[in-house]
Every structure is written in C-alpha cells, then in structure tokens.
C-alpha cells in the first residue's frame, strides 16, 4: 500500500520544496525580459497566449517524438532539459488558471515550458531522422492554430524572450492574490497534513500477538 502512496507524496513534497526556494529568492521572481546581449544559453522566442493554448494540448505528443530520437545534438539536449525543469518549477500545469488566466504566478514560466516544446519541435523539424511524423504533427498544430486564431490573442508575456541558461520561476509571493492558486495550495496543504494523521496513526498502533 505504501508503494501506491509514494509519488502522490514525493510530488507533493517537491511542491513544498520549491515553495520554499522561491519564497526565499523574492529576486528571482522578477519579470525578466532579455537583451540579445543578455542571452547566455540557447533564446527561445515567446508564445502568443492563444498559441500556449495549441501548443499545451500538443506538448505530450511532442515529447514522445523527443523521446524516439536516437541522434541528440546539444541544442537538442539543452531544450528539452530546460523545457523539462520549467515544466517542473511551473508544477506540470496543474494549478488552476496557468494557462489560460494572465495574472495567474504560474503564467509566465507556463509560457517559458510551452514555448521550448514548440522550440524543440521546431529544431527536430531541421534534424530528425523521423521527418514524417515531425511534418505530421507540425500540421496537426497549424490547423488547430489557424481554426482557433491562436495568433492574434495576445498577453504580457508574448513578447518575451526566455534564455536557456535562466530559469523562470512562478512568482511565489503572488499565490496569496491570486485566488485559485491559494485554494489549491491551501487544499495541497489540507491533503498533507491529513495524509500525515492517517500515516502517524498506522504507525502508533500496536501490534496484536496471540
């Protein structure tokens, strides 16, 4: 049984975890937008908020294409380890209102995982060996963007410039504003602590010898 409960668990104490690295470097948390100069790893052009919505719905499939390549060159690896670490800080989209609301904390570095993935689908599109399924799903998600006009809907964050080398992070000190992320958290923190009665008893009770 304890098996089942471990990365339910282990997933909510990285949560906690990066709460807390964030809520100690309120530096981070500023919204950056990059120089060219500025740039030290590989620049990655932003999203519009309509092609976030396109991409999001893609980026599963997008990342089992990345996963049958067995030719990797550097900028491949960087974008998918950065795309893969702002998919984390950014709590694999499950906070209410990432994507789709502007003034979500979460928001911006949603922003900074989705547009590496079309960043990397892009850079496959150059150098996979599996032409065909990368044509297929590039066409996928250009139909889709053209039926839903993803392109003229606009936000803060569409012009931004996100730096492979310069993680985002959700901005922390926000939660408490934003109400949706603070009932999630608020409900996270709920689900802990009754986990820990729950474990804290089995453990406390005795053992029955005949």
């Known amino acids: ?67 049958q390549e067995r030719q990797m060159d550097d900028t491949f690896v960087r974008l998918l380890n950065y795309g893969n670490i702002q998919y984390t800080y950014c709590l694999w989209g499950l906070v209410p209102g990432t994507l789709a609301d502007e003034e979500s904390p979460f928001n911006e570095c949603a922003h900074a995982y989705l547009s590496a993935a079309r960043e990397l689908l892009s ?33 803060q964050y569409s012009a931004d410039t996100f730096d492979t080398a310069s993680v985002v992070r959700p901005v922390w000190s926000d939660i408490p504003k934003h109400l949706p992320s603070l009932a999630a958290f608020s409900g996270l923190g709920l689900a802990l602590a009754a986990a820990g009665m729950v474990l804290g008893k089995g453990r406390s009770r005795p053992d029955n010898h005949n």
Do not use: W
Request: net charge neutral; with cysteine; proline share 3%.
């Open 123 to 155: 850079h496959m599109r150059e150098t996979s060996a599996n032409k065909e399924a990368v044509e297929d799903l590039v066409s996928r998600i250009d139909a889709d963007m053209v039926r839903k006009e993803s392109s003229f809907v606009l936000c």
């Open 1 to 67: 049984m304890q098996a089942r409960h471990a990365s339910p668990l282990a997933r909510a104490a990285l949560v906690l975890a990066l709460a807390a690295t964030g809520f100690a470097s309120r530096e981070a948390e500023a919204h950056r937008r990059f120089n060219p100069e500025e740039i030290k790893g590989i620049p990655i052009a932003s999203l519009s908020h309509g092609q976030m919505a396109v991409i999001a719905d893609y980026r599963s499939d997008i990342m089992k294409l990345a996963a």
